[in-house]
C-alpha cells in the first residue's frame, strides 16, 4: 500500500508518497493554486500516481497541511461572523489586553476585530469562577439576539460567556436556541474550542473559530469532491498546529486548529529524521516562496507554546512554537524613501511569481539575485520541468535597482541575499540564544525550496557548527506528513493550591480527559493499541501571572510530591530559580491523545562510491565580495556517494532544492541520504 503527504504553500504545492513495502519514498512539486488550493492538490496527486504507476486502490492514506486557516485571518476573507456574549462583555473583543507590542510606537494599531460591534450582543447571564450561577441565561433575549443575528445575514455564531468552562450550560442551551431559529448558522462554542481562563484569549480563539468555520467547509468539500474525482476511496487527514492529524470532521469543528498547519509538519518531520541521523538539538530553517518559518528542537523534543498571534489576533491553542517572519524566494526587494535596498516582507507569491519563473513577474526577488549569482540554475529547475529566464532577472535587477544605487549587479545581488540572511538571522536568534540556548550546541536543519540556499552563508554569520539537508528538502514538509500521529490536546482549568484536596481534583480531571480521548480516537478509527496519552500540568508560584509546563509520565492519587518536584526542576529549567518556601499553584490540565500511525521508512544507505560520478557540470558561481566569481563543481543530489568527503565552492542540485556550500567547508552524505556540512572543518 501507499501513504501520501501534502502540503499547500503559498508558491509551490508539495507532495510524498511511500511504498509501504519497499519503503521508497519519491517527491514532487507543482504551481500552488491560491484561488483554490484543492485544485493544485489534485493535479499533483494525479501526476504523482501517474508518474508512478500507482493504482488509486493501493493508496491507504492521505495527509495534507494547509495554510488556508492562516491566510483567512491575514488578509481578512472570512465568514461574517455574530457573537454572543455575557452582558458588560461585548467590547472585550476590542479592548483586549492593555500591553503594546510597541511601547512608543504610536503608529502601531490594533487589529480590526473579526466581528463587527453591532453583530457582539450581550445577553442576561452569569456564571462565577467556581462555576456557580449567579444570573440565569434570559431565554426571551437570548432568542432575541439570534434573531437579530439572523436578520444580519452573519454566516456563524460565536458564543462566549463569562467563566463557561467551568459551567457549559449557558452555551450549550444557546446552541439549541441558534440550531432552532437560525440551523444554518455556523456554531463555536468556547466551551468546546477552548475550556480554560483568560477570557479575551478564549474569546479571540473563539471568533476565530467561527470566522474560519464556512469557508474551511466550502474548502474541505471541494477537496473532498477532488479526491473523489481522482477515485481514492479513503478520508484524508489534516495537520493542526500542535504536531498531529485530525479527521475531516474535527477539522470542520475546529478550524481554528489548522493554523500554522503545513510548517508543523515540516518540523516533526526535521526532528524524526535528525533524530535517527544523531543530531537532537536543531534549529529547524524552513524557507519557501513567501515566509521563513524558524523553530528550535531540544533533545529531539520540538518546544511548544499556548499561544501566538496571527495578524495581531490572539489564538489560545497547544502549537508548535515556530517563529514566521516574510522572507522567501519570493520576497521583493526594493528601494525605500531613504534610498536603502530593502527586502520583504511583501512577495510575488505563486502568481506571477520571481520574474526568471517568465510567468509575468516585474518585480526583482531573491530567487531572481541567487539566478544572477549562478547559485540557483540559471537555465532550468524542478528537474528541467521549469525553465529560468536569468536575463529578464538580470535586466530587472539593473534597471529597478542596480542603476537607481549606482552599483554593480554583482553588488545589488548579494546585497539582496545578505538582507534577506540578516531577517533570518534574528528568527533564529529569538528562537535560540535570546531563550538561552547556546547556539553552538545545535544543528541549523535546512529545507524548503530556499532553505539550503542560505543554511551555510547563515550558519556560519550565527555560529551554528553544522547544517542538515534532508532529502528532497523543498517537500519536507508534505514528508513530515509521513512521519506524523494523530493527536488532540484537551484541557481544563484548575485554579487552586497545589494540596492532596486539589490534587484528587486534578486526577478526576483527567479522568474525565481520558475519557474525551479515548472517544475522539475511537472517531478518528484509531486501534486500542495504537493509543497513548501524554498529560501534563501547567502551575505556577503564587503571584505569578505566567505558569511553567510540567510533563508527566502518569497522574495518580499519589503523585503530587512527584508534581512537585517536577515543577521545581521545570520553573529552574525556564526563569533559573526555584522558590524553596513558596507554595505552588495548579492553572490548567492538559491531556494529548495520541493515535500512533505507521512512519515513513528511513532506509539506511550502502557507503561508497567516487564523488566525480555525480558531477554534471562546472560553472561559475558568485561566492561574494571575499570569493568573487569562482569555477564551481555542480553535483547531481542522487548521485552523491555515502560517507564521501567533498569541499566546496560546491552546487549540489536536486528536484525540489539546491544546496550551496561555500569555500573552505566541507560535506558528506550520511546513511539515511541526509547532506551534513560542515561550517569550519578546522574547528
Not at 510524498?16 to 499533483?44: C, F, M, R, W
Not at 489564538?315 to 515556530?322: A, E, R
Not at 532577472?393 to 554593480?408: D, F, K, M, S, Y
Amino acid at each position: 500500500m501507499y501513504r501520501i503527504g501534502v502540503d499547500v504553500g503559498g508558491t509551490f504545492t508539495d507532495f510524498s508518497i511511500l511504498n509501504e513495502e519497499t519503503l521508497d519514498v519519491h517527491y514532487y512539486k507543482v504551481a500552488s493554486t491560491p484561488e483554490d488550493p484543492s485544485e493544485a492538490i489534485q493535479k499533483g496527486v494525479s501526476d504523482l500516481l501517474a508518474m508512478h504507476a500507482v493504482p488509486t486502490a493501493r493508496v491507504s492514506h492521505l495527509a495534507h497541511g494547509t495554510t488556508v486557516a492562516t491566510n483567512m485571518v491575514i488578509e481578512e476573507r472570512g465568514s461574517k461572523t455574530g457573537l454572543l456574549t455575557t452582558k458588560g462583555f461585548r467590547d472585550v473583543l476590542e479592548i483586549g489586553r492593555q500591553a503594546r507590542p510597541h511601547l512608543y510606537d504610536y503608529s502601531v494599531t490594533k487589529p480590526t476585530p473579526l466581528v463587527a460591534r453591532e453583530h457582539r450582543l450581550e445577553i442576561e447571564e452569569r456564571v462565577g469562577p467556581d462555576g456557580d450561577i449567579i444570573t440565569p441565561l434570559e431565554n426571551d433575549q437570548l432568542e432575541a439576539a439570534v434573531a437579530n443575528l439572523k436578520a444580519a445575514n452573519v454566516s456563524a455564531v460565536a458564543v462566549c460567556f463569562l467563566h463557561s468552562y467551568r459551567m457549559p450550560d449557558h452555551e450549550e442551551r444557546a446552541r439549541e436556541v441558534i440550531e432552532a431559529l437560525f440551523p444554518d448558522a455556523y456554531i463555536s462554542l468556547s466551551s468546546e474550542v477552548l475550556p480554560e481562563f483568560r477570557e479575551y484569549e478564549r474569546l479571540s480563539t473563539t471568533v476565530i473559530n467561527a470566522y474560519l468555520g464556512p469557508r474551511i467547509q466550502r474548502y474541505l468539500k471541494r477537496f473532498l469532491e477532488r479526491i473523489a474525482e481522482l477515485g481514492l476511496d479513503l478520508e484524508p487527514l489534516t495537520i493542526h498546529s500542535n504536531g498531529g492529524l485530525m479527521s475531516v470532521q474535527t477539522v470542520r469543528e475546529y478550524p481554528v486548529r489548522t493554523c500554522l498547519s503545513g510548517p508543523a509538519a515540516g518540523v516533526i518531520g526535521a526532528t524524526e529524521i535528525a533524530k535517527v541521523a544523531g543530531f537532537p538539538n536543531l534549529v529547524t530553517f524552513d524557507v519557501g516562496g513567501t515566509s521563513t518559518d524558524v523553530s528550535l528542537v531540544h533533545e529531539s523534543q520540538p518546544l511548544f507554546t499556548s499561544m501566538r498571534l496571527i495578524s495581531g489576533h490572539p489564538i489560545k491553542m497547544p502549537m508548535i512554537d515556530i517563529n514566521v517572519i516574510g522572507a522567501g524566494g519570493g520576497s521583493v526587494a526594493w528601494i525605500d524613501d531613504a534610498g536603502a535596498l530593502k527586502v520583504g516582507p511583501h512577495s510575488a507569491g505563486a502568481h506571477p511569481g520571481p520574474v526568471a519563473y517568465g510567468a509575468g513577474g516585474t518585480e526583482p526577488t531573491l530567487t531572481d539575485a541567487n539566478v544572477c549569482l549562478h547559485r540557483l540554475n540559471p537555465k532550468t529547475l524542478l528537474q528541467g520541468r521549469m525553465t529560468v529566464d536569468e536575463q529578464a532577472a538580470r535586466q530587472v535587477i539593473e534597471a529597478r535597482l542596480a542603476r537607481p544605487l549606482g552599483l554593480t549587479l554583482e553588488d545589488v545581488a548579494d546585497g539582496i541575499i545578505r538582507i534577506a540572511n540578516a531577517n533570518m538571522a534574528r528568527a533564529i536568534r529569538s528562537v535560540s540564544t535570546e531563550r538561552g540556548h547556546s547556539i553552538n550546541h545545535f544543528a541549523l536543519f535546512a529545507y524548503g525550496g530556499a532553505g539550503p540556499l542560505h543554511a551555510t552563508e547563515l550558519a556560519e554569520e550565527c555560529g551554528i557548527p553544522k547544517v542538515i539537508v534532508p532529502h528532497e528538502p523543498g517537500t519536507m514538509c508534505a514528508r513530515g506528513m509521513l512521519l506524523t500521529d494523530i493527536s488532540f490536546d484537551f484541557v481544563r482549568t484548575e485554579i487552586a493550591d497545589a494540596d492532596q484536596k486539589a490534587w484528587e481534583r486534578v486526577c478526576t480531571l483527567f479522568d474525565e480527559m481520558f475519557e474525551e480521548g479515548n472517544t475522539w480516537l475511537e472517531q478518528e478509527k484509531v486501534p486500542v493499541g495504537e493509543r497513548a496519552f501524554r498529560p501534563l500540568v501547567e502551575a505556577r508560584y503564587q503571584g505569578q501571572n505566567h505558569e511553567v509546563k510540567v510533563e508527566m509520565d502518569a497522574v495518580t492519587p499519589v503523585g503530587l510530591a512527584e508534581f512537585l518536584k517536577g515543577f521545581e526542576a521545570a520553573h529552574t529549567l525556564e526563569y533559573g530559580y526555584a522558590i524553596a518556601d513558596r507554595s505552588v499553584e495548579i492553572v490548567n490540565c492538559r491531556l494529548k491523545a495520541v493515535g500512533k500511525v505507521t512512519k515513513a521508512g528511513l532506509r539506511p544507505r550502502e557507503p561508497g562510491g567516487v564523488i566525480e560520478d555525480a558531477i554534471l557540470e562546472q560553472r561559475e558561481v558568485y561566492f561574494g565580495q571575499r570569493w568573487g566569481w569562482t569555477p564551481t563543481n555542480i553535483y547531481d543530489r542522487a548521485r552523491l556517494p555515502v560517507e564521501v568527503r567533498f569541499s566546496g565552492p560546491a552546487v549540489v542540485e536536486e528536484m525540489s532544492s539546491t544546496t550551496i556550500i561555500f569555500p573552505l567547508q566541507s560535506a558528506y552524505v550520511d546513511r539515511i541520504g541526509n547532506i551534513v556540512i560542515t561550517i569550519n572543518p578546522e574547528d
